[in-house]
């Protein structure tokens, strides 16, 4: 069993920044991918972005490359979604995800998402225009 708790949302202005992060219990932290995940009011939950189980390999949908970052402290099994350049946009629920079956990145980007088996409670993130 795994546990994930996020936190670091809010309610921030265009152009500004925000870094979300999620602490996991349970599991042996470094040995699976981990990713975030966004919903937006009257859409469906869509990918963001994912990173490997030791890190070195990241992922990132089109709409946030160049300005957010994934990243995990395996020692402290936390990840973190650092967000700049903060767009209307982005407003949604961002949740972290964990997807045991895999260390890879690309795995649990490509996994249907009622295939991942832990997530978090979610975190609102609003951006005001």
């Known amino acids: 069993q795994v546990q994930l708790v996020e936190s670091g949302g809010g309610l921030v202005q265009t152009g500004g920044s925000l870094r979300l992060s999620c602490v996991a219990s349970?599991?042996?932290?470094?040995?699976?991918?981990m990713g975030w995940f966004r919903q937006a009011p009257g859409k469906e939950r869509e990918f963001v972005a994912s990173?490997?189980?030791?890190?070195?390999?990241?992922y990132y949908t089109d709409a946030v490359k160049g300005r957010f970052i994934i990243s995990r402290d395996n020692a402290k099994t936390t990840l973190y979604l650092q967000m700049n350049s903060l767009k209307p946009e982005d407003s949604a629920v961002y949740y972290c995800?964990?997807?045991?079956?895999?260390?890879?990145?690309?795995?649990?980007?490509?996994?249907?998402?009622?295939?991942?088996?832990?997530w978090g409670q979610g975190t609102q993130v609003t951006v005001s225009s």
């Open positions: 995800a964990a997807d045991l079956r895999t260390a890879q990145a690309m795995g649990i980007k490509r996994r249907p998402q009622y295939e991942i088996a832990y």
């Open positions: 349970g599991g042996t932290f470094s040995s699976y991918a």
């Open positions: 990173i490997s189980g030791q890190g070195a390999v990241t």
